[in-house]
């Protein structure tokens, strides 16, 4: 399995622009999760999908921030417009009915938003 | 949300065995205790998980006391490559509120 994948891989972007951020679950997971990573705040959750259903988005910073699941092997993320205070890095991660067990989440490689 | 508190830096020499000590004062009963590590430029990986006593795997063990509002991740003989950002997490097993990653340890094993 390719594990998850993220696109872009890198970002950068100006002040006012649209970003879209991607996201392809492992397949099979029913889970997947939203992560946002800064030095100053760490690792936060921003919104989690429940077979393609958003469970809780409480972690979404403001309304600029949009995440859709149409199916359960996309996922993107949209921030529009953007901001230079959005500038992180963004994970997507994924969990299987296998892993909730032990609520083993599976994270990709992230992608790392500049706005200029 | 039960959140934890770690140490936000520790420093080791290789070879050592290091222990990560996490305080979650406010750990509720169907709460698990998770640990994770986090690589630079990666995602995070999981490492391992507990609910109480002692749990063991080819990574690392994991201690908890019998009150629960504590857990020590134990890596024995760390190399460089356990240079690492590593993460505790308190919450019920599929739930939301086991998702708090915070800021972590960041362990810097020395040669």
């Known amino acids: 399995d390719a594990g998850v994948i993220q696109s872009p891989r890198h970002e950068v972007t100006e002040m006012g622009q649209e970003v879209t951020l991607r996201c392809k679950p492992i397949s099979g997971h029913n889970s997947l999760f939203w992560y946002r990573q800064t030095m100053m705040r760490g690792l936060e959750l921003l919104i989690y999908?429940?077979?393609?259903?958003?469970?809780?988005d409480s972690g979404m910073p403001e309304d600029r921030f949009s995440a859709k699941m149409p199916n359960a092997s996309f996922s993107t993320l949209k921030i529009q417009p953007s901001e230079p205070r959005d500038s992180a890095v963004y994970f997507c991660?994924?969990?299987?009915?296998?892993?909730?067990?032990?609520?083993?989440?599976?994270f990709g490689p992230g992608t790392r938003l500049t706005v200029l | 949300l039960a959140k934890t508190t770690q140490p936000i830096s520790m420093d080791s020499y290789e070879g050592q065995e290091v222990n990560i000590t996490c305080s979650h004062n406010n750990i509720a009963t169907n709460d698990y205790i998770t640990w994770y590590q986090q690589f630079p430029s990666q995602g995070p990986r999981f490492i391992i998980q507990g609910y109480k006593t002692k749990v063991t795997n080819e990574v690392a063990s994991l201690f908890i006391p019998a009150d629960r509002k504590s857990s020590t991740l134990s890596l024995p003989r760390v190399s460089l490559s356990d240079t690492a950002v590593y993460y505790c997490l308190v919450g019920d097993k599929a739930g939301a509120n086991n998702l708090f990653f915070g800021t972590g340890t960041r362990l810097t094993v020395i040669p």
């Open positions: 999908f429940n077979n393609n259903v958003p469970i809780d």
């Open positions: 991660a994924s969990r299987g009915w296998k892993a909730a067990v032990n609520n083993e989440q599976f």
